[in-house]
């Protein structure tokens, strides 16, 4: 490995570096960055003489790393997010800024938030890029690095290195296609639920879920936005079994197979409302007790007092006040 002579290094080839590394495309961090992608791979040649190593090679689904560049990518990037805070204004005027936040939320929370909001940053900050990312088990480490900004979701026990805000509760409704023969009643029984197959929403990680909610990098994430159970064991308590129809992770698509089928879904309630009538479905309250899931904002706590930041999780807090102020929902 040659010596790396720090100060003759040109910050410009990092920000290539860290781009290649989370886009994955040459073309892609060209985009981000606003180059082209000859000056992208030229950058790329540079970095790889200095470095001495391959550092992203192409392969069948785009530019991976080299185990150098692996170890190099998080460290890089959490440098580079320290620079940027270090660099960054006192204030924050989100009228001339010019930045990318990154948040991470399911396709529930996008459906629910993310139309709003977005219509809010691009009323009032015109200049910011919102990028949205799935969590994932690794979602300790990208709060940590800089990689995501903020992550929203229902989460467990934390520890000492993030801080979080309450944004709303979020209920469950049982949905089926409107002209179901058992939509035609007004509400729904313990036992006229035991007669419809289910289509179970599994995101793949509630196998290794306790209680629902996964534990990793000092973060409790939910992974299951159901009734805790409640279904379960109110069918348990007949000495009753479900009727499973079938199984799938995209609840956006289990919405699309429900319209479509005999089959009945347990989903959040206000994904339910928004999509009800684009899909033709009946919502029908639970016929059992079930506690409500509490959703929320969480960030690294040492960036609190980020001006940025505290202005985003600012708008947040404002859609989170309507959804919490919308009774239909």
Avoid at 62 to 73: C, D, K, V
Wanted: hydrophobic share 45%; with cysteine.
């Amino acid at each position: 490995m040659p010596d790396i002579h720090f100060t003759a290094l040109d910050l410009n080839l990092l920000r290539v570096f860290d781009a290649l590394a989370e886009e994955g495309s040459v073309t892609r961090a060209g985009e981000r960055l606003g180059l082209t992608q000859s000056a992208v791979s030229h950058a790329l040649g540079r970095l790889r003489l200095v470095l001495g190593d391959e550092l992203f090679v192409r392969g069948p689904h785009g530019m991976r790393p080299t185990a150098r560049a692996e170890e190099i990518a998080p460290r890089l990037r959490e440098g580079l997010h320290r620079l940027q805070l270090a660099l960054a204004p006192a204030a924050f005027d989100p009228a001339k800024a010019q930045r990318r936040f990154t948040i991470a939320a399911s396709g529930y929370v996008c459906t629910v938030m993310m139309p709003q909001l977005a219509a809010e940053i691009r009323r009032s900050a015109p200049g910011v890029d919102l990028r949205l990312l799935t969590p994932g088990p690794g979602l300790g480490e990208d709060l940590l690095t800089g990689r995501v900004d903020i992550a929203i979701g229902g989460f467990g026990r934390i520890d000492a290195r993030y801080a979080r805000e309450h944004l709303f509760q979020e209920t469950t409704a049982w949905v089926m296609r409107a002209d179901h023969p058992a939509a035609a009643a007004d509400r729904l029984t313990v036992a006229s639920l035991a007669m419809i197959p289910r289509l179970v929403i599994a995101t793949g990680e509630e196998g290794r879920a306790v209680d629902g909610l996964v534990a990793e990098g000092g973060i409790e994430r939910r992974v299951v936005l159901d009734d805790g159970g409640a279904f379960a064991e109110a069918m348990a308590a007949r000495g009753w079994r479900r009727l499973t129809g079938m199984t799938m992770q995209d609840t956006l698509s289990a919405l699309a197979i429900v319209a479509r089928s005999d089959m009945t879904a347990l989903v959040p309630r206000r994904l339910a409302v928004a999509l009800a009538a684009q899909y033709g479905l009946k919502l029908f309250e639970p016929p059992y007790a079930a506690e409500p899931i509490e959703m929320e904002a969480l960030w690294r706590r040492d960036l609190s007092d980020s001006p940025a930041l505290d202005w985003l999780r600012g708008r947040l807090r404002w859609v989170a006040s309507a959804l919490r102020a919308n009774r239909d929902v």
